[in-house]
């Protein structure tokens, strides 16, 4: 879909504060995809990020994170070990009835006209395999995002994938 054809409330906006109890919650009814996020987490996360949005109507958001950042994910570390210059993707969170909409490739087609405008030339991110996510696999590998890596993360021995799309 071509910018000007977005639908206005999916287009990337700053987070608003007057979103974040409904964000948080569509991010913790994805848990076992995502980390919990408890009252104050989702303001750290934002805090630190070079690119926090969210759809207009706050029914989607995306948090990433450049190198350098003080963020002590185990999956930012990977990126940052193999990658002078990078963006993380932490998360990409929709509601459930907004799904299908556009909203994810809105928010990468958006992070990467920025970070290509910066001269960095990766977007990484993790999917899980265990426990299994295909729909983002296939959504990531429709975008042009390509594997790169894998790991098993503690406590839960979490299996995840690394991806990275070439800008």
Not at 41 to 67: H, V
Not at 141 to 158: D, I, S
């Amino acid at each position: 879909m071509a910018p000007d054809a977005t639908p206005p409330d999916a287009r990337p906006a700053p987070i608003e504060p007057r979103h974040l109890a409904g964000l948080r919650a569509i991010n913790n009814a994805d848990h076992d995809k995502l980390s919990w996020l408890c009252e104050g987490d989702l303001e750290a996360l934002i805090a630190g990020a070079a690119y926090a949005r969210q759809s207009g109507d706050g029914a989607a958001m995306m948090i990433a994170y450049r190198e350098g950042a003080d963020y002590v994910s185990p999956n930012y570390r990977w990126f940052a070990e193999r990658h002078e210059r990078f963006v993380y993707v932490d998360r990409v969170v929709v509601a459930q009835g907004a799904r299908g909409q556009g909203h994810g490739r809105v928010f990468y087609e958006d992070l990467a006209a920025l970070a290509r405008a910066a001269g960095v030339p990766v977007i990484g991110c993790e999917i899980n395999m265990l426990p299994p996510n295909p729909v983002s696999i296939a959504f990531h590998q429709t975008l042009g995002f390509v594997a790169c890596g894998r790991a098993v993360l503690e406590p839960r021995e979490k299996h995840v994938a690394y991806y990275r799309l070439d800008l």
